[in-house]
């Protein structure tokens, strides 16, 4: 063992559960990670969000806080109140109380966000893109990201529309900015893949949804970023929390394991919803509560006509990535 | 209440220990860069450790106190003045309504200096703190550093016996120009994705802090290719330092991005796809505050979790010792 | 004629000169801009005058008091 070992225990495989590895990450971090591989796989953000609930919900002393992510959950703890040793001995016991995750049912709130393509705030970041950072940019030569979008997946803009408005986004993990959730489509049918900007922009509209790798985001707030940008959507963050749906923060989705659904509609309808949600505050947001039922999310995967539509998206896609420029 | 004359470089109201809980939702904690210099600073004016106090970054400014007082200035040196006349760091002094604290530039050691005032500032608590996260503009004051002619008000207290106050100099923190900060490997460290060598390299050498070193984020000199124990980041991406998308351990992560390490600390990143070789431990995180950008160095210096967790407690101790005070 | 440096007020590297010499330029005019802390910082003369010599160019390294500008002024 060298001595920059840094992974102090293991919970062993067991049915579906991977490995499970426990490293030091400091004197308050302990991180959890679901095996050894690299991999980006929904089955095992939802354990991790099951796993995520209970630890939050055992009330353990001296825990701060949790980062849950795909594959890895950050704890945050204080030393002097619990050791390192406890906190995962009492992680264990929640991992090992937990059913397989075929058999789990995930709460999961459906949030139905209004979008509309090639409007006039997202054809403005673009423009700063090029004007300030990058003139001969390949991914902005029709003042959009949307043809490049296409270029990279082997099809068309309307295509590329259309997966965005056909399956349902999950949400693995909020980071990275104030709000912001981590989105992956779950119909494989859909699974758009484009690099991000290079290098990354200055300035990202408030509520422009961008994609960048297969993940999607919504930005909550004006900042740079480097996501491939479709259009805007409304607001997913106030900072004033005025709105009542902001009255406990100012987040709107929750740590993680929200789906959310976009309905196209028109840029006037989109900036009006912007007055009634930081003006007027009287805006009344899409939301469901409803769960993943894994097994039924599993039979869906199998299903002959969606394996078969993922695997000729696939080959459009692997097409359109060697013909597509590089950033 | 306090007048800002002249806001100079960044003053920001920030406390300690900062926003804590908001990872999870793309928060980092914020809080002061330098947690010992605030603390201490408290002490001085009879304050909780916790209250919040003007954070000064590079110096250059000049405040007016439009009510009596008792205040005290901790951290870096910057030749503070009172009314034209030197005022001493580490000690709490009386101030009366139109008194006007100068304070000229840090000097060859320390960069953050601390205003901390009987009372403490009295912001709005936003989401548990009154720290300001510059990065993302919210919290603290207006979420912004102060500028000229901003008015920034004082929680009323007594200041009977508050005044006269002097840290015994034997915990005066040691200000460097090359710090070291004891250092704790992982999550990402060898054998699976650095090598030894690599390890060997970051825990023996000094790295110079960049010109591009703020509140989020002090970048710092390369690492050699010999660093890396693996080809590319497999799912994570091509770069051997990318990784499938993580939470961080913050604050004090030394996050690489390509073959760059960033110390990620007050109003960093929570969050993203890059590897964190190790963190520096929480009894350390105030040195990396008094780091003079594109002057001073860094070297990390091994250590377990059982001497971070003994230094944590030492510290805490320290701050309720009988001879705290000359 | 009497002369003034400029100096720079803090460490960072120089983003860019904004003047030339033989401008004319007044008290408090900006002269060149430091990078710093991810920020860029003004660099303004504290006296009136005429660039006489430029003595930094863009991605120089300046640590405080590196001399910047310098300036023929009247007093």
């Not at chain 2, 970048?219 to 050699?224: F, S, Y």
């Not at chain 2, 520096?280 to 001073?296: E, F, H, T």
Request: charge should be negative.
């Amino acid at each position: 063992m060298n001595k920059y070992e840094v992974i102090i225990d293991t919970l062993p495989a067991k049915g579906d559960r991977v490995e499970i590895l426990f490293r030091q990450a400091g004197d308050g971090f302990i991180q959890v990670e679901y095996g050894h591989e690299q991999r980006v796989e929904l089955l095992d953000s939802f354990r991790m969000l099951a796993a995520d609930k209970k630890i939050k919900d055992s009330k353990i002393q001296g825990l701060i806080e949790t980062l849950p992510s795909l594959r890895a959950n950050m704890v945050h703890f204080d030393p002097t109140i619990i050791s390192p040793q406890e906190l995962i001995d009492r992680i264990k016991e929640i991992e090992e109380s937990i059913p397989g995750v075929e058999d789990m049912v995930i709460d999961s709130r459906i949030i139905t966000l209004p979008i509309a393509f090639e409007d006039s705030q997202t054809k403005k970041a673009v423009e700063m893109y090029l004007k300030q950072v990058r003139p001969d940019a390949p991914n902005c030569a029709d003042g959009y990201n949307l043809d490049y979008m296409a270029q990279c997946n082997g099809c068309t803009v309307e295509d590329i529309k259309h997966m965005l408005l056909t399956t349902d986004w999950y949400n693995s993990g909020c980071g990275f900015w104030p709000g912001g959730g981590f989105f992956w489509p779950m119909d494989p049918r859909c699974k758009m893949i484009v690099p991000k900007y290079n290098p990354p922009r200055i300035w990202t509209p408030e509520g422009a949804v961008g994609i960048g790798g297969a993940c999607l985001f919504t930005y909550t707030t004006a900042t740079g970023g480097g996501y491939q940008l479709f259009g805007r959507t409304i607001p997913t963050f106030q900072f004033s929390m005025k709105h009542p749906q902001f009255k406990d923060g100012p987040f709107l989705y929750r740590p993680s394991g929200d789906r959310i659904r976009f309905v196209e509609t028109t840029e006037k309808e989109i900036l009006d919803i912007y007055e009634h949600v930081h003006d007027k505050t009287d805006y009344v947001y899409d939301i469901q509560e409803s769960q993943i039922v894994v097994k039924d999310y599993l039979e869906f995967l199998r299903d002959p006509e969606v394996v078969k539509g993922a695997q000729e998206f696939a080959a459009k896609q692997e097409e359109g990535s060697k013909t597509a420029p590089k950033l | 209440m306090i007048k800002v004359i002249n806001g100079g470089i960044e003053v920001l109201t920030e406390d300690w220990p900062g926003r804590l809980g908001y990872m999870g939702l793309g928060m980092a904690a914020a809080g002061a860069m330098d947690n010992l210099a605030l603390q201490l600073g408290n002490r001085l004016v009879g304050n909780e450790l916790t209250a919040a106090g003007l954070e000064i970054a590079g110096g250059y400014c000049e405040f007016a106190f439009t009510r009596d007082g008792v205040i005290a200035m901790a951290g870096a040196d910057m030749s503070p003045t009172l009314n034209g006349e030197p005022m001493g760091m580490w000690e709490s002094v009386a101030v009366k309504e139109g008194d006007r604290l100068k304070l000229s530039h840090f000097g060859e050691k320390g960069f953050r200096s601390y205003l901390c005032v009987a009372g403490g500032i009295d912001v709005p608590v936003y989401l548990g703190s009154r720290s300001t996260c510059l990065f993302g503009s919210y919290g603290g004051f207006e979420g912004r550093k102060l500028a000229k002619d901003d008015v920034v008000k004082v929680y009323p207290t007594e200041l009977a016996g508050k005044d006269g106050r002097k840290l015994n100099p034997k915990y005066i923190p040691a200000y460097e120009n090359d710090w070291e900060l004891r250092t704790i490997p992982g999550p990402n460290s060898a054998p699976d994705y650095v090598t030894e060598e690599g390890m060997d390299y970051l825990f023996s050498h000094s790295f110079k802090i960049s010109h591009n070193a703020n509140r989020a984020a002090y970048r710092l000199e390369e690492v050699p290719d010999y660093f890396w124990a693996r080809e590319d980041g497999g799912k994570g991406g091509s770069h051997p330092s990318n990784i499938v998308d993580h939470g961080y351990n913050m604050r004090g992560a030394i996050n690489v991005t390509g073959n760059t390490p960033s110390l990620l600390i007050a109003d960093g990143p929570t969050l993203g796809g890059f590897v964190c070789v190790a963190n520096v431990i929480n009894a350390d995180l105030w040195k990396i505050g008094q780091g003079i950008p594109s002057r001073d160095k860094v070297h990390f210096k091994l250590t377990t979790t059982e001497e971070a967790i003994e230094a944590r407690r030492e510290r805490a101790a320290m701050f309720q010792a009988d001879d705290l005070f000359l | 004629m009497m002369t003034y440096t400029l100096q720079a007020h803090m460490p960072g590297l120089v983003a860019r000169v904004v003047c030339e010499v033989g401008d004319k330029v007044e008290e408090g005019q900006e002269l060149a801009v430091i990078n710093c802390m991810k920020t860029e910082m003004s660099c303004q003369t504290e006296k009136a005058g005429v660039v006489k010599e430029i003595l930094v160019a863009e991605w120089d390294e300046m640590d405080v008091g590196s001399p910047m500008i310098i300036l023929e002024t009247e007093e």
